[in-house]
């Protein structure tokens, strides 16, 4: 589930196992592009932290994504079924999300209609008490998904993607106008209006790349190697999702 989230310049830790000992992470390419080497993922970045077990700095993270063209043929936005109650406790993965990230938790009525509570939305910096100006961004859009390799996923992992709540890094309660302002474009293109924001961005952008086995092309890839020259305390986990 999600934790909250506050932007801040120190270290961001995600959670769970090594990129490094993971040698199927650069399989199934659908584009069959070059596996992207780790042999050197764990070497700290220069001048940054030296990551602890089970753990990639930013730039080595990145670099282990896999290299590969967009395509966007076929995308339709219900091509990722969302939202769904997956546990059937009548809340939905946005309600699911706004109450794990909730600052001051909102009340739950029937049916989890929320009322009250606070959230900080991190894109911006911005604190927002009404939960119906919010919105839950996949930190990687739908569209961007599918140009990195789900157009050939199979409905129930789109569907799983779309609803990721087995991770803290995926999904993200953030004011609506910053969520509509990014809309599907990736780090070469939007970056959070909030400074402060991007090294969490960069990590949280590339650890949902790494769990789904999505690749990036080099414009991507660079814009997102340049934020983590900046970004030399950030440590980045994460763990694949179930095939």
């Not at 966007?72 to 939905?92: K, L, M, P, Q, V």
Request: glycine residues 6%.
């Amino acid at each position: 589930m999600h934790r909250s989230r506050i932007a801040t310049l120190a270290a961001v830790v995600l959670s769970a196992t090594l990129i490094s000992c993971n040698p199927q992470l650069a399989d199934d390419k659908p584009n069959g592009s070059t596996p992207t080497s780790t042999a050197s993922a764990a070497s700290p970045a220069p001048g940054g932290p030296e990551p602890g077990a089970g753990a990639l700095t930013l730039a080595a993270a990145i670099e282990a994504i896999p290299d590969g063209d967009e395509r966007r043929d076929g995308y339709e936005r219900d091509s990722f079924r969302h939202w769904i109650d997956e546990d059937d406790d009548g809340c939905e993965t946005r309600a699911e999300v706004l109450l794990e990230e909730a600052t001051t938790k909102p009340k739950q009525g029937d049916r989890c209609k929320l009322t009250g509570g606070v959230w900080m939305s991190y894109y911006d910096e911005v604190e927002v008490t009404d939960a119906k100006k919010l919105d839950i961004d996949h930190v990687v859009p739908l569209a961007e998904a599918w140009d990195s390799g789900a157009y050939d996923w199979t409905p129930e992992r789109r569907q799983a993607y779309a609803n990721d709540l087995g991770s803290d890094r995926s999904l993200v309660a953030v004011t609506a106008k910053t969520n509509r302002s990014k809309a599907d474009r990736d780090p070469a293109q939007w970056l959070p209006p909030a400074k402060s924001a991007h090294c969490t961005y960069a990590a949280d952008w590339t650890a949902a790349k790494l769990r789904w086995k999505l690749n990036a092309d080099k414009a991507e890839k660079t814009a997102l190697l340049d934020l983590a020259k900046d970004c030399t305390d950030t440590v980045v986990e994460f763990e694949e999702a179930a095939e």
